[in-house]
């Protein structure tokens, strides 16, 4: 199946003149007249490179986005370290399907994305009108412990840069370790798609640095509580977790399951599932097709 490419034209509000643009990219895979819409949104320093196998198989059924957040894969960057806040990228991908004429969506979110996926789905105006039909939350939920998030916090934006592949790959597999037993090609898929070429040769993280100044702007990490827009989503929810996960704890999804959440763990690993093997990308690709 075909990958098409695509960008949004966004009024840039962090410039320093009006008239500014910056632009949101995706990858888009699936039959373009399919009304059935899937959104898929990566973590924190990922992109949307990361649910290509997901795609591919979820695009027999859907028409699937896959978004580069701001500051990520090929989507500008901001002008402002402040912009890289939940607001901002709620609001990009608001104006994204709205200028697709999208009016209901599956979503798919990992970490960071499915955090932003609880914000639209829980979000009264997106509850009254039913934008999304089912949400998919991937190793994610509405109690997010600031003891997980602040190794990850003291990660972003400060990954070394490389001179060849192999020690990149080499770099990818310590820190996405946690993702569980992967196959040579998708480690190298990971290190491609992670990587943009740096001036005078070489790579770097395909990602703004700034975007773990903003995130430790503030100090040492806190608790996110997300229960207020989770009580009020009202489609059907499906939570994978990782069964050594420090960032969706065991007694969180326990809570979510009795809210009627259907969660699925996987045994040996922790943030996140990579949703690039098989067993996983079929637990999604049916649930969606239920």
């Given at each position: 199946m075909n990958m098409r490419k695509g960008q949004f034209q966004i009024n840039d509000r962090f410039a320093d003149r009006l008239g500014a643009f910056r632009h949101l990219a995706y990858s888009e895979w699936g039959e373009a007249e399919n009304p059935r819409?899937?959104?898929?949104?990566?973590?924190?320093?990922?992109?949307?490179?990361?649910?290509?196998?997901?795609?591919?198989?979820?695009?027999?059924?859907?028409?699937?986005?896959?978004?580069?957040?701001p500051g990520r894969g090929e989507s500008d960057w901001l002008r402002e370290a402040g912009g890289y806040m939940p607001a901002t990228y709620v609001s990009d991908i608001r104006g994204l399907l709205a200028?697709?004429?999208?009016?209901?969506?599956?979503?798919?979110?990992?970490?960071?994305?499915?955090?932003?996926?609880?914000?639209?789905?829980g979000d009264e105006d997106a509850v009254a009108r039913g934008l999304v039909r089912r949400l998919?939350?991937?190793?994610?939920?509405?109690?997010?412990?600031?003891?997980?998030?602040?190794p990850i916090a003291e990660r972003v934006g400060r990954a070394p840069d490389f001179n060849d592949l192999e020690v990149a790959e080499g770099y990818q597999k310590q820190v996405c370790a946690e993702w569980g037993e992967l196959s040579d090609e998708i480690w190298m898929h990971l290190t491609l798609h992670s990587l943009r070429p740096r001036d005078g040769g070489g790579f770097a993280?395909?990602?703004?640095?700034?975007?773990?100044?903003?995130?430790?702007?503030?100090?040492?990490?806190?608790?996110?509580?997300?229960?207020?827009?989770?009580?009020?989503?009202?489609?059907?929810?499906?939570?994978?977790?990782g069964a050594e996960s420090k960032i969706l704890p065991a007694e969180t999804a326990a809570e979510m399951r009795q809210d009627g959440a259907e969660v699925i763990e996987y045994p040996g690993i922790g943030h996140t599932p990579s949703l690039m093997v098989a067993?996983?990308?079929?637990?999604?690709?049916?649930?969606?097709r239920g």
């Open positions: 819409v899937a959104v898929c949104v990566h973590g924190m320093t990922r992109n949307g490179r990361d649910f290509d196998f997901l795609a591919e198989a979820l695009g027999e059924s859907h028409r699937v986005f896959c978004l580069d957040l200028s697709l004429d999208i009016d209901e969506v599956d979503w798919i979110g990992t970490s960071l994305g499915g955090s932003l996926g609880m914000l639209i789905a998919v939350l991937n190793d994610i939920g509405p109690f997010l412990p600031a003891s997980g998030m602040e993280y395909h990602h703004d640095p700034a975007i773990g100044e903003a995130l430790r702007a503030n100090g040492p990490m806190r608790d996110i509580e997300l229960w207020p827009w989770w009580r009020r989503i009202e489609c059907p929810v499906l939570a994978l977790r067993e996983q990308i079929e637990a999604v690709t049916a649930w969606l």
